[in-house]
């Protein structure tokens, strides 16, 4: 039996739990920058070849002028204003649940949600994440967009591994515990 796509949340917060300041400004990752290493970013991204975004977030790594930023991996941009689709980059207005349930049942490698917080909420709302690997820049914003917003279910979650790095970030590997 292979083995089933697991969603996986790969993001970075303050410690105060803030993805971007309130203009979307997310400077305050660059305190952590160090050359040669990149958090387990690259040996994470050969584990998926999907990727589920929302269109804020799309649009902000557009404006980086990142060329091909998700390599030849599939990518489902979540907006309410559907488009055609560009390449392999799908504009997807329908359900989240549906969208997941139809990507989980094909075979492939894990699928990569790559935020940003509308898009997290709705993923917790509909109980989707099998787990969630959270780098946590030391620095406390005090405001700013929230990674975890409030009303969605409670969802038990078993820590798997714990990292820390010598520019004080640290990463938080969880897997969803499902009863």
């Known amino acids: 039996m292979p083995n089933e796509r697991k969603i996986i949340l790969y993001i970075a917060m303050s410690l105060d739990g803030f ?4 203009d979307d400004d997310i ?28 269109r804020k977030t799309y649009d902000k790594v557009l404006s980086m002028g ?3 930023p ?9 907006t309410r204003n559907p488009h055609h689709k560009i390449d392999k980059i799908t504009f997807y207005s329908g359900s989240l649940s549906d969208l997941v349930s139809s990507l989980k ?3 492939g490698k894990h699928i990569f949600c ?12 509909n109980d989707l994440f099998d787990e969630l690997i959270i780098s946590i820049i030391p620095i406390l914003l005090g405001d ?3 990674l975890f917003g409030q009303c969605f279910p ?15 970030l640290v990463q938080l590997h969880y897997i969803r515990i499902r009863d």
Do not use: M, N, P
């Open 70 to 78: 998700y390599g030849d991996r599939q990518v489902f941009v979540l």
């Open 144 to 146: 700013g967009i929230r």
């Open 19 to 22: 993805i971007a300041k309130h």
């Open 114 to 125: 790559d935020g940003g917080a509308e898009t997290v909420h709705q993923f917790l709302q």
């Open 154 to 168: 409670e969802q038990k979650l078993r820590l798997v591994e714990s990292k820390s790095f010598e520019k004080g």
């Open 27 to 54: 400077s305050f990752l660059a305190q952590v920058e160090q050359e040669g290493e990149d958090y387990g970013y690259s040996a994470f991204t050969q584990t998926v070849d999907t990727v589920i975004l929302g």
């Open 66 to 68: 990142l060329k091909e």
């Open 105 to 107: 049942s094909e075979t």
